[in-house]
């Protein structure tokens, strides 16, 4: 754990003044952003990630591989040592890949489900044990994608993937509302980050910008904003959905 992987969090005012989380996935891209806003709100963020934040006001930083049972547990009990309750556990680490059904061999289908399947699931259980110890009820966010509503030519590993987060968010909300912990989904649609960076084009861009009644891609601050609502005192009522972040590009 290093504590000085940024400039310490942000003082205790906001809608999140002092309140713990947990941020996989946090060092880039969309967990970024979801750090930059929390923090800006008072939170006091630990990201546990494969790969170290650089610059982010963060309180903690675990190194952390989410497909990994071990790693997760061992990650999840220092940051609840840094954090003292983690009120808030939000699951943005995810993995990529582009390929026909037909060419997508097994070591690749079984890395997607690892890191975006079973990852959420061993972060969401992490979450669910600790909350239950704790007490006082808590909010669990997992990114899934729209995809995993309506899958997506070339992402047979990745939708199913997807599907599956959406799917463990539902039935932890089931079986966890009795003790106040809300768990929710949230849906993005296209986002430009590191994430498929390296086969995006110019057209791709157009092509996707036009599918949105708004005409534009996704910003890493369009989800964090909806994350911080359902973090929020505001966001109690919401339990077991499928946020759609689309700019109306799903809608469903
Ligand atoms: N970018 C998009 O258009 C888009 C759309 C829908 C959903 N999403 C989802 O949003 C989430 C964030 O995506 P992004 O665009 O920010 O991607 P990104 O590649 O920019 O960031 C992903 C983060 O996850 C971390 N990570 C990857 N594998 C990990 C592992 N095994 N253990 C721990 N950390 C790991 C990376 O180090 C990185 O910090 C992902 O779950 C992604 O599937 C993204």
Not at 48 to 61: H, I, R, S, T, Y
Not at 100 to 127: H, S
Not at 159 to 176: D, F, M, P, T, Y
Not at 230 to 240: D, H
């Amino acid at each position: 754990m290093t504590a000085e992987a940024g400039t310490p969090s942000a003082p205790a005012a906001g809608r999140l003044a002092g309140v713990g989380v947990v941020v996989a996935g946090g060092s880039r891209g969309i967990g970024a952003g979801v750090v930059r806003r929390f923090a800006a709100e008072g939170a006091r963020v630990v990201v546990l990630d494969v790969n170290e934040p650089v610059g982010l006001p963060v309180a903690g930083f675990v190194r952390t591989d989410v497909s990994d049972e071990g790693s997760v547990a061992a990650a999840f009990a220092e940051a609840a040592a840094v954090l003292g309750t983690v009120r808030v556990t939000i699951n943005s680490a995810g993995i990529h890949h582009l390929a026909p059904v037909v060419d997508t061999d097994l070591a690749t289908w079984r890395r997607i489900q690892d890191v975006n399947a079973t990852g959420t699931f061993l972060l969401t259980r992490e979450a669910g044990r600790h909350l239950a110890a704790v007490g006082g009820g808590g909010r669990v966010l997992n990114i899934a994608s729209m995809a995993a509503k309506q899958g997506g030519a070339n992402e047979v590993a990745y939708a199913a993937s997807k599907a599956a987060v959406v799917a463990v968010s539902r039935v932890a909300a089931l079986e966890w509302g009795c003790h106040g912990v809300t768990v929710n989904a949230i849906c993005p649609g296209y986002v430009p980050t590191e994430m498929g960076a390296d086969t995006r084009t110019e057209e791709d861009v157009a092509r996707w910008s036009a599918l949105s009644p708004l005409g534009r891609l996704g910003t890493p601050d369009d989800v964090a904003g909806l994350l911080v609502f359902l973090a929020s005192e505001e966001g109690s009522y919401f339990t077991g959905q499928a946020f759609n972040v689309t700019g109306g590009m799903a809608m469903h």
